[in-house]
């Protein structure tokens, strides 16, 4: 195939799929729905951070879309602690599209509250594709190390806010700060960056806070 | 696009991969080279795992080809720790493919030696793609958590050999070891799993023994 031809291709897989975001964009909200698309590594601890989160959103109706290749460790973790939660197994694809959150949205009955869709572990493709958000959350950690936004520099350009997990680990490893936020500012001028712990439980009080207030902003 | 007509074309796509992957492996060969694709998720330390090898393969000619989609920091340090190293930055692209490590090996003039292949920092999209490799190294870490193998079965399926990396780190998180290595042996009855550090340099003379017997066996 020419390559001419195969970016034709990958355009009209982008433009089906954006198509589709903006009506379940739409969709949300005029449901009271504020959605936020959870990007991270394999292991930057997405589902940690929601429960941290989700616990501290009280009065808040929370609702959770799970992506994963396979397995559903995660989903049913949420579930037993009352999360009103569905999971989506992709079989091999490496990140979620507007399609399959189409269908996962329908069997939450949405109302009235955030719904967090966790996306594959994966700090490339998920940056590409619009999946009905109102914001993109991106968890990062300091152990996956601080040259990640130069790496990586679409996830953190795209990011409307940038979580730095697993700091209680700082003390045993190198983790150069200065240079992970020249990174980080030299894609992004205005993303709050916040350090948490999911161990010590620090931090999440501004993820929630900064949560309730773009909820807010929304809904006016 | 119907669902038949994107099919196709990702046939056609692993297709002519697949083909140049195979000549790639035969010229490699051919030139006495042993080829070892490296993959892990971002910040697994697939980098660190490769200067603490390549130090040990003492009386072998070591080459690096490093992929990332931005930025060549990796690289640098490789050349100047005297190795000779090329830098493949894919734009935006998710894995490493046959035709770009065809150009990059040009690049090299590979001669009697292994040559490590360190794909881009994701744990879905570069275990689909065969690049010319004789053999595929897996990098995981303690920090990323053991339902990493449930999760991401394909790169832990199609590892020939698994290096579990940062168990300097174990004492200060939760890690359960039985978990993943079952969760390992479901899919990978045979891939030895080494466990190293590279802050203590603990594990890397089993994982150089490994190399240097596949080495002798692709020879023969």
Redesign the interface.
Known sequence: ?SEKK?ID?ME??YD?NDKAASQINLSFTRNGIFAVNVMG???AGKTSVLIQVIRRLKNVASYVIEG????D?DTKLLKSMGVKAVQINTG?A?HLDSPLIGKAAEELSLKNGVLFIEN??????PA?FQIGEHVKMLIS?V???S??P?????AFEKADIIILN?C??LP??VFNEDFFMKGVRALNKTAPVIKVSC?TEDGFEEVVEWIRNKQKLQKE
Do not use: H, Q, R, W
């Open positions: 195939m195969e291709i009209s897989v089906k590594a394999p292991g994963d290749i396979e397995a460790f091999g490496c594959i572990g994966n700090l490339v493709c590409e950690t152990t996956e190390g040259d990640k130069y790496k990586y520099p679409l697993k209680d680990l045993y490893l161990k």
